[in-house]
């Protein structure tokens, strides 16, 4: 990994999810990997904050800024101070409604990739035989739940045997995961038509997993599970057998980042405006015990 001597300031959102939390671990790590020096501006998810840190870093005459941003509007002015300082910004997982011409690039994930990602899994490994599959949905109206759902629908196009019987938001927590998954099965004759399980996230696919074994039935073998984010507990459930399946979210977006900034910064290599990180699929064949103690402690 090469490494090149600059400051980098990183203003993060906040600390509201264990995903979020694992995103900050791992830029610190791959930020230190390389030799930056990090300044980091923990947001508290207000924007105000974020537009404070900015302004601090570029007084501070930072060599490029990482911002996370909590929403999507209101950046203009703060984005023309860092260009007319020759800063460049990149974005970190989320886009904003602004200009392009006002950042260096951005680096995030392909929602819809990612459930087709998972759609296509699911095709796979079914094959011929007739699937009526239960969806639980991500909160409704989010961005992550319409394109994931989107996405699966892609994934599953060609498959004629594969049908979603039933979907419902589970609103990405477990215990809305299971107290759904629980309807689900008392309507779909206790469990027994149902093939295979799609949630657009772990934690609700590990809480209808419990649903599934106080059902009676084997989650990862008579009903499928396959679900999006790799977090550590859905490889615990991989490992017993009880999941089947996940997409990662990778929270490494910093490792594209600082890559792209270097080329910047050291070659004048302008990059992508958009930088597309990877949706990985994990499956039973993967270490699942491996995996788990590799992101236990990344802050999830």
């Given at each position: 990994m090469p490494a090149f001597a600059t400051t980098i300031g990183f203003s993060q959102i906040g600390s509201e999810s264990g995903w979020r939390a694992a995103e900050t671990t791992i830029t610190q790590q791959q930020a230190k990997a390389r030799g930056i020096t990090l300044k980091f501006?923990?947001?508290q998810q207000k924007q105000e904050n974020q537009i404070k840190a900015l302004r601090s870093f570029i007084a501070q005459g930072v060599d490029a800024i990482l911002l996370a941003p909590v929403v999507a509007t209101g950046w203009d002015s703060v984005l023309k101070e860092a260009k007319e300082a020759n800063i460049p910004v990149v974005l970190l997982d989320r886009t904003i409604d602004a200009?392009?011409?006002l950042y260096l690039t951005a680096?995030?994930?392909d929602l819809v990739h990612e459930g087709r990602v998972a759609g296509k899994w699911?095709?796979?490994a079914v094959g011929g035989k007739e699937?009526?599959?239960v969806e639980l949905q991500g909160t409704t109206g989010s961005s992550p739940a319409n394109d994931r759902k989107k996405g699966f629908e892609e994934g599953i196009s060609g498959a004629a045997n594969l049908s979603i019987a039933r979907s419902?938001?589970?609103d990405f927590t477990r215990t809305k995961g299971k107290e759904v998954m629980e309807s689900f099965l008392k309507a779909e004759n206790g469990g027994k038509d149902i093939c295979a399980l799609y949630a657009h996230n772990d934690d609700m696919a590990v809480g209808a997993i419990q649903a599934i074994k106080e059902a009676g039935l084997k989650?990862?073998?008579d009903i499928l599970v396959v679900s999006i984010d790799a977090v550590p507990d859905i490889f615990t459930a991989m490992a017993a057998g009880e999941a089947n399946a996940?997409?990662?979210l990778t929270p490494n977006m910093a490792g594209p980042a600082f890559e792209a900034i270097d080329a910047y910064l050291n070659k004048g290599t302008k990059p992508a405006k958009w930088i597309q990180t990877e949706s990985r699929l994990y499956t039973q064949s993967d270490d699942a015990a491996a995996i788990y103690n590799e992101k236990k402690d990344l802050g999830y």
């Open positions: 501006a923990d947001a200009s392009d011409d680096v995030t994930s699911l095709t796979g699937c009526k599959i419902q938001t589970g989650p990862g073998t996940t997409v990662e």
